[in-house]
């Protein structure tokens, strides 16, 4: 597999090695402070071009609400450090989440993480890789081709679960397990130089295609553990965002590095079909104006872009894990549109508004108990 795609990319016509190198010198430490931006909207005109050296990519489009500050700890000074004895970096954010790494000269690898679980049931977790998930490399040059494997076996018992999300089961489990699957293979494609907000870099471009296999067993007496994935997915309208998270999915990233700075440049994920962004996370710099400090913020949402022509997206910041709804006024206080998310700190959703009239409309989060968090105005323009 390595050999056939090491010729295609010699068949691009980069036949020539970059220039640029990405050394160890990226490799975060302890006291650093990591500032990014996400995009979950990102405008058409940005492009993903085919391999090949001594390109120019201009992401200059590029817009989010936040800034999103990460604390580079010496792993000891975790509230976790105790589960991760063998780490020697954490990484905090401003959402209670923190995650463990092991760094070698020519390695990061992600060795676990605290926080909420990663189908969306709403259990708060510590969880380890088997074996430690490769985060970053050094050096990396242009058509290094990387190939590793990895899985998360997250047991949990079924009184720590949140609602009733598990009650239209046939049968009634003891416990929970989450069995995630993972392989991943990185090719160093591409060169040239990356244009975002504020700053101009040379960089290297790295493709991660990553296949995960999500599982969802229960527990059941002595029968043991039972593999209940495809009920859920069968009947997937009764367990609400949980069935999204299952099954088999390939997930395209464009990694954008550059040795100058220790935040990736960044990073491009890609719809399922690759023909579109999205999502992009970037490196914020300080001439990023209109942006929040997402660790200062209040538990709430956030529109943007605001005002807004035909799509919005909304920031769910700080939020304990429940069941929300969030909803939209017109003016005179009648609800035109209404949706409920399961929500586990953080999440984005991307609303299309074309259907409603250019005006002055508001926006509300309800909480799990029916009470409303925050009211904020939405314009709506149109062209």
Do not use: C
Request: aromatic share 10%; no cysteine; net charge negative.
């Amino acid at each position: 597999m390595k050999h056939i795609l090491l010729f295609l990319l010699l068949l691009s016509g980069s036949y020539l090695s970059a220039q640029i190198e990405i050394t160890d010198a990226i490799f975060p430490e302890a006291g650093d402070t990591l500032f990014t931006a996400v995009d979950n909207l990102p405008s058409s005109n940005i492009e993903i071009t085919a391999a090949g050296g001594d390109q120019s990519w201009d992401f200059t489009a590029l817009q989010a609400p936040f800034t999103r500050q990460t604390l580079v700890l010496d792993a000891s000074e975790g509230d976790f450090s105790a589960s991760f004895p063998n780490t020697n970096l954490v990484y905090k954010s401003g959402l209670n989440a923190e995650t463990y790494y092991s760094v070698s000269d020519d390695e990061i690898l992600l060795v676990g993480f605290t926080g909420a679980d990663p189908v969306g049931i709403g259990v708060e977790l510590v969880t380890k890789f088997e074996p430690a998930y490769s985060s970053q490399r050094a050096p990396l040059n242009f058509f290094d081709v990387n190939q590793f494997e990895s899985n998360l076996n997250i047991p949990f018992a079924t009184d720590e679960i949140p609602g009733d999300i598990f009650d239209n089961l046939p049968i009634t489990p003891d416990s929970i397990r989450i069995r995630i699957a993972i392989d991943r293979l990185d090719v160093v494609d591409a060169w040239g130089n990356l244009t975002i907000p504020g700053g101009i870099y040379d960089v290297l471009r790295e493709k991660r295609t990553e296949v995960r296999d999500t599982r969802l067993d229960a527990k059941v007496g002595f029968f043991g553990w039972q593999d209940v994935t495809d009920i859920i997915l069968a009947a997937s309208g009764e367990f609400g965002d949980i069935a999204e998270q299952l099954g088999t999915d390939t997930i395209v990233s464009y990694h954008f590095i550059s040795d100058e700075v220790k935040e990736p440049i960044a990073i491009a994920t890609m719809a399922p079909n690759e023909e579109s962004i999205l999502q992009v996370e970037y490196k914020a710099n300080d001439v990023v104006t209109n942006v929040q400090d997402v660790t200062r913020l209040k538990p709430g949402v956030y529109a943007s872009p605001n005002p807004a022509m035909a799509n919005v997206r909304f920031e769910f910041s700080n939020l304990e894990t429940g069941l929300y709804t969030l909803r939209i006024y017109n003016i005179l206080g009648v609800e035109v549109w209404s949706q409920k998310y399961q929500i586990n700190g953080t999440r984005t959703e991307k609303v299309n508004i074309s259907s409603l009239r250019k005006g002055t409309y508001l926006y509300s989060l309800i909480s799990p108990a029916g009470k409303a968090l925050t009211t904020k105005r939405l314009i709506v323009i149109r062209p």
